[in-house]
């Protein structure tokens, strides 16, 4: 079981929670978050919710885009995404190479979740009709 993996498992109810007042939730409340915390966890928590907030929006923009593409580019867009979840295990768990092992470690891998999540929302929403 990888890093992202685990990171994943720990924060599974959180992001439950999160996900389902995401419309309570602005950017700008997660950049406050991010602008006052404190601690490790205070970090950990705010990286768990942008990651929330970003996936939601991609899986939204992913669901729209299936919806509107013919079957062949469906099929294209379904194999994109696979080879973007990958690259995005792949890339966090190396982001979190740095402090592997320390409390630190997970606050690099949420960051990197997040951050990744939202570029990769931002192209899917750029094609959706």
């Known amino acids: 079981m990888t890093i992202v993996q685990k990171y994943f498992i720990r924060t599974v109810s ?3 929670a999160v996900t389902a007042g995401i419309s309570a939730v602005t950017l700008k409340e997660i950049e406050r978050c991010h602008n006052t915390a404190k601690s490790t966890h205070d970090f950990r928590r705010c990286n768990q919710i942008a990651y929330a907030y970003h996936d939601k929006r991609l899986n939204t923009a992913y669901k729209k885009l299936m919806h509107a593409l013919p079957k062949e580019e469906q099929t ?3 194999k994109a995404q696979r080879a973007w979840i990958k690259f995005r295990d792949t890339e966090c768990d190396l982001e979190g190479y740095e402090m ?3 409390s630190f470690e997970y606050v690099l891998i949420g960051g990197c979740l997040a951050r990744l999540t939202k570029e990769r929302a931002n192209v899917l929403e750029k094609f959706t009709p």
């Open 14 to 16: 959180l992001y439950i």
């Open 76 to 78: 294209r867009l379904k």
């Open 100 to 102: 592997r092992g320390g």
